[in-house]
């Protein structure tokens, strides 16, 4: 075998592994439509199987990114409610010092400092006991009627072939050329190979 064809052989196993390999990640996404060969029906993997994906991904959203439980657990918590206190406390102060004499003339005028000071204390107590309980309720009345997984699923089912694509190119281009690379360079040790094995059996 001259050097030509040695160059040849190992040039060409090095373009056969990078074009097998960037095939092979084309045919993630196209044919994006389903092409019927030989009797044999061809389409991309992710848009053949792009109600499956959206399913799934909307399962995960809901049951293990986005769980109602852990949202409920952040709301009610009453930790929330103690950094919400001081804008509480000076709205009912507001209210008590000012808008009751609009609503009860009298009233604000029977009461000072001591019992607006009570009053507001009392408010925000109850306040405080009311605060979860009114939460988990508002928490699962949204549940009810915000079914997380089936928008998820209705969104990403919905995608065109080609946002999806965008999508997934945007999250892997890094590695979607990093196995071209890498295909090339089997392409190439295959090659090589190919090249000592015909010398070693001359």
Not at 67 to 91: G, M, W, Y
Request: a neutral charge; charged letters at 20%; proline letters at 3%.
């Amino acid at each position: 075998m001259n050097s030509t064809a040695i160059i040849m052989t190992i040039l060409l196993s090095a373009f056969t592994g990078w074009i097998t390999t960037w095939v092979a990640i084309k045919m993630l996404f196209h044919p994006r439509n389903p092409i019927k060969i030989a009797g044999f029906t061809i389409q991309g993997i992710f848009p053949k199987n792009q109600l499956l994906i959206a399913q799934k991904l909307g399962q995960v959203v809901s049951k293990e990114l986005l769980s109602f439980s852990e949202i409920e657990a952040k709301v009610t918590n009453p930790a929330n409610l103690q950094k919400l206190r001081p804008d509480i406390e000076a709205h009912i102060d507001h209210f008590l010092r000012n808008k009751l004499k609009d609503v009860f003339p009298m009233l604000s005028m029977l009461i000072g400092d001591k019992t607006i000071n009570q009053l507001k204390e009392a408010f925000l107590q109850e306040l405080e006991s009311l605060f979860p309980v009114l939460m988990k309720n508002y928490m699962n009345k949204i549940q009810e009627d915000l079914d997380l997984e089936k928008i998820v699923t209705e969104k990403v089912a919905h995608f065109s072939s080609g946002k999806l694509e965008d999508i997934l190119n945007q999250i892997t281009k890094k590695e979607f050329k990093f196995l071209e690379i890498i295909g090339g360079i089997f392409g190439l040790m295959i090659g090589i190979a190919e090249v000592l094995v015909a010398y070693l059996t001359k």
